[in-house]
């Protein structure tokens, strides 16, 4: 009976992850890792000749354990309940994921967890759900391998046929015409193409001329321009920043006011965010519009400057 308590708990927090998998690039599960996505293009798997369209790649990265916020956050407006008890409900959930690895842990939609004979985490990705919105309705399909036929020629013996002689003169009388025919129709397509490259040697020439003229024109002349051209402004739109690594959540201003001076003193351009659903105000320590940069930062943040930033994502 626990068993089955066990896999229903592991069942829900698939669900919530599944759902993020669609909007998100990187969903994390606190102190267990977090999954991260890649968008790989349509393929074609030559040994079963299936074509496969755009998807999303599931890759598990054990590094990231710090709470960004996004799993519990989402689960606390699903379930109608607190943060903390969102909180609560996953470090529950994780406890039992972890204590069921040597036996392996499905997360339905997600993928199967294992420990190996080293006792190293393996992860192996669902192939059951395209996570990229953008190939929503496409499935897999297969095509019967094209075959290509050779066919052989096949080779008839000719049998020569009896020609009389009033035939084999009349034979002759006709071929002599032709032969006549294709030296007067050799003749003038010689004499055709010979004038027609008179006629283009004279039309190039012509050409030339009038070039030189209209050249050593331009050359000669001399451009006043009364009324210049207004000059023109380009407007640069500014760069969306919104992967933000987290410094803290305060309700008292003079708590957000501290630590963004703080950062700033640091070398950070730090920014408050606003104030969330709970009330707290946000401080950034920086942000930045590419996923792969704000993770490298974070983890550099967290190893010497705040061991518990987190990542948020607009």
């Not at 392996?104 to 939609?109: K, R």
């Not at 036929?149 to 096949?154: L, T």
């Amino acid at each position: 009976m626990a068993l089955i308590l066990v896999i229903f708990v592991f069942m829900t927090l698939a669900t919530y992850i599944s759902d993020l998998l669609y909007r998100y690039e990187c969903v994390i599960i606190p102190n267990f890792g977090g999954f991260v996505t890649n968008t790989i293009s349509a393929s074609i798997n030559t040994q079963t000749h299936a074509f496969y369209p755009p998807m999303k790649q599931i890759t598990f990265n054990k590094h990231l354990q710090n709470n960004d916020g996004l799993l519990a956050n989402y689960i606390a407006s699903a379930k109608g309940i607190s943060f903390d008890d969102a909180l609560l409900l996953i470090r529950d959930e994780v406890m039992g994921l972890k204590a069921n690895l040597k036996e392996g842990v499905s997360l339905e939609n997600i993928g199967y967890f294992s420990e190996n004979k080293a006792g190293m985490l393996v992860f192996e990705p669902s192939e059951a759900v395209n996570y990229l919105t953008d190939s929503y309705g496409l499935t897999p399909v297969a095509s019967p391998a094209i075959k290509r036929e050779v066919y052989k020629q096949q080779v008839k013996t000719m049998y020569p046929e009896i020609v009389t002689p009033q035939e084999s003169r009349k034979t002759g009388r006709f071929l002599k015409y032709v032969a006549a025919a294709a030296i007067v129709l050799s003749v003038g397509s010689v004499g055709l193409n010979t004038y027609k490259n008179q006629q283009n040697t004279s039309q190039i020439a012509e050409a030339k001329q009038v070039r030189e003229v209209e050249v050593r024109k331009l050359q000669e002349a001399t451009f006043v321009i009364d009324n210049p051209l207004p000059s023109l402004t380009l407007t640069v739109g500014k760069e969306s920043l919104n992967y933000h690594v987290v410094g803290g959540a305060f309700k008292d201003t003079r708590n957000v006011d501290k630590l963004v001076a703080k950062f700033a003193k640091l070398g950070y351009e730090s920014s408050i965010l606003g104030v969330n659903k709970w009330g707290l105000t946000q401080v950034s320590i920086q942000s930045y519009s590419n996923k792969r940069d704000a993770i490298n930062a974070l983890y550099k943040i967290q190893k010497s400057v705040l061991k518990d930033a987190w990542l948020l994502v607009d």
